[in-house]
């Protein structure tokens, strides 16, 4: 089988070739250039050990040296290069007790995850395809390298990957390991908040993010997403919620937001907290969760008054994620026309400010921003006053009051 390289992976490899070692693509990108999708990135594993492959290349970073990773700068871009290893004995549900050094690369293939994630491929050797992954490709199903079992329980990760690459490729998953996921889901505790937070964003935003009903039937939720139990769904919820999730795009707030709707904003927030979103992410999930079932309104005053509340840049947001339950091409239409005609929905784009009142006499303080607020509700009510001249007359006017 002949595959694609980019030049940048091509060189790598023979570079490493010229002095004496393997080299390889491997991984996440040989599954996805079989398939004829786009890699994220590039993964190379060799024989050359860290320190030798630092000697090849200008430009490198440590970026795991203990793990055998140094990562490769080229030009703009950055590839990972890391040295065949063998997992040693997992004591704690998520990493080995330590890493070891091979010279195989059948041994740093037989400690990946799944058989599609375990093959290589360079030019010299073709495929390298020693677990049955291409077989598996062909029968679009994800299955563990070796026992499904022991693979769980070394990394408990492994589990909820299994469903993401599912609903990423839109795969079944093989007997023996859905059985596994199943029976060892419950050790998904003893896995970081961070590596569940990538998986769980992977799988919302991926092409199937319905398999989210997966992660709930496998008893994996209850492990990370405890919080989503009967108190807060009823019958037909978790149906409904993973069936809206492809009505948005593929994007992490909206599905998120889409998910988490039936806590609340407070209980979101406490939840996006613990698995260690960034606050920027926890803040727009939660204004999201806020707005799910908040009514818009359809006159041009309403949808002014409700975008000025929800702020411009995340309004677009809620229509998306309203228009998952309910018809909202009225409200967008609205919203559009007030787009265009660049009508003022926040106080930032006032034609008049604190200093301008100020200037008129006022004292600092706060009687400036409850005028500015008072004038801004007219202006929400009537675009055609966001003049200064206006403005300037009516703030005299109460002022002089
Ligand atoms: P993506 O397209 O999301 O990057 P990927 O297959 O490249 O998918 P990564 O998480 O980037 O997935 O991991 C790269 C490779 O490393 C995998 O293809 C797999 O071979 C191996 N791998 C990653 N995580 C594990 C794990 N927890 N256990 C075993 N092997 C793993
Ligand atoms: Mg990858």
């Known amino acids: 089988m002949r595959l694609k390289l980019p030049p940048k992976v091509v060189r790598i490899i023979q570079v490493l070739q010229a002095h004496g070692y393997e080299a390889f693509a491997v991984g996440g990108c040989v599954r996805d250039m079989i398939l004829g999708r786009e890699p994220d990135d590039w993964d190379i594993t060799t024989s050359a050990r860290p320190r030798q492959v630092k000697e090849l290349f ?11 990773t140094v990562t490769v700068l080229l030009g703009e871009d950055s590839y990972e ?14 990493h080995p007790a330590q890493v070891e050094f091979s010279a195989r690369l059948a041994e740093d293939l037989r400690r990946r995850d799944f058989t599609i994630n375990a093959m290589a ?18 029968k679009k199903r994800v299955c563990c390298v070796g026992d499904a ?45 961070e590596r569940i937070q990538v998986e769980l964003v992977k799988l919302l935003v991926s092409a199937h993010p319905g398999s989210i009903l997966q992660v709930f039937e496998a008893g994996i939720a209850g492990v990370i997403l405890p919080e989503m139990d009967e108190s807060v769904l009823g019958p037909g919820d978790l149906e409904d919620i993973a069936a809206s999730l492809g009505r ?16 609340g904003e407070q209980k979101s927030g406490k939840l996006l907290r613990r698995l260690r979103f960034d606050n920027h992410t926890v803040d727009t999930v939660r204004r ?61 784009t ?12 006022m004292e600092p303080g ?32 109460r002022a002089a009051q």
């Open 248 to 263: 948005v795009p593929p994007e992490k707030t909206l599905r998120l937001a889409l998910l988490l709707h039936p806590l």
């Open 288 to 348: 999201l969760v806020r707005w799910y079932g908040h009514p818009l309104g359809g006159t041009p005053a309403e949808v002014r008054r409700a975008a000025a509340c929800v702020g411009g840049e995340l309004f677009p947001k809620v229509l998306q994620i309203q228009g998952t339950y309910r018809d909202v091409s009225q409200t967008r239409a609205v919203w559009e026309g007030i787009l265009e005609r660049k009508e003022c929905i926040s106080l930032k």
């Open 149 to 193: 079992r022991e693979r769980f329980r070394e990394d408990a990760l492994r589990i909820l990957r299994a469903v993401r690459f599912s609903a990423q490729l839109g795969f079944s998953i093989e007997a023996h390991t859905q059985e596994a996921l199943g029976e060892l889901a419950g050790d998904l505790a003893y896995v970081s908040a």
């Open 58 to 68: 200008a430009r490198t970073v440590d970026t795991g040296l203990a793990h055998g």
């Open 121 to 138: 491929y360079n030019r010299e050797q073709g495929l390298v395809d020693l677990f049955g992954g291409m077989g598996d490709l062909q």
């Open 350 to 361: 006032m034609r008049i400010t604190g200093d301008d009142l100020i200037r008129l006499g």
């Open 81 to 94: 290069v890391t040295t065949y290893r063998i997992d040693g004995r997992y004591e704690d549900h998520r």
């Open 366 to 397: 706060r009687a400036v921003g409850d005028l500015l607020r008072e004038l801004f509700q007219d202006v929400l009510e009537e675009p055609g006053h966001n003049k200064k001249e206006y403005l300037l007359e009516c703030a005299k006017r």
